[in-house]
C-alpha cells in the first residue's frame, strides 16, 4: 500500500471508531460471537471465515473492549455470545458478561 491508500485508511477507520462511539455511548452491544456454530473439526467450512471477520472486525477496528462469553449449543457445537463496550470501558464487561 502506497502512503496515499495508508492515509485514506486510516481515515476511513477514524471516521468509523468516531461512529461507534457516538452509536455506543455507555451501553454494550450484544452480538453473536460466531456467525454460527463451531465448525466440526476437519470438516470444510467456506464462507465461514469472511463471514466471522464480519463480526469480529467491530472491535479490533472500533479500539472496542470485547468479551466472548459461551452460549447454547447448536446441532451440539457450542455458540457463544459476543459483548462489546464502549472505549475506554473495559470493566464494566466482566460484570455484564457474568450476567449471561
Given at each position: 500500500m502506497d502512503p496515499a491508500g495508508e492515509a485514506a485508511a486510516r481515515s476511513r477507520v477514524g471516521a468509523l471508531r468516531r461512529w461507534l462511539d457516538r452509536r455506543l455511548g455507555g451501553v454494550v452491544l450484544a452480538l453473536p460471537a460466531t456467525p454460527?456454530?463451531?465448525?466440526?473439526?476437519?470438516?470444510?467450512a467456506p464462507g465461514v471465515r469472511a463471514a466471522l471477520l464480519g463480526l469480529t472486525c467491530l472491535a479490533g477496528l472500533g479500539?472496542?473492549?470485547?468479551?466472548?462469553?459461551?452460549?447454547?449449543?447448536?446441532?451440539?457445537?457450542?455458540?457463544?455470545?459476543?459483548?462489546?463496550?464502549?472505549?475506554?470501558?473495559?470493566?464494566?464487561?466482566p460484570a455484564a458478561g457474568a450476567l449471561t
Open positions: 454460527g456454530p463451531a465448525p466440526a473439526y476437519g470438516v470444510p479500539g472496542l473492549p470485547a468479551v466472548t462469553v459461551p452460549g447454547a449449543r447448536v446441532a451440539g457445537l457450542p455458540v457463544g455470545l459476543c459483548l462489546l463496550g464502549a472505549a475506554g470501558r473495559d470493566e464494566g464487561l
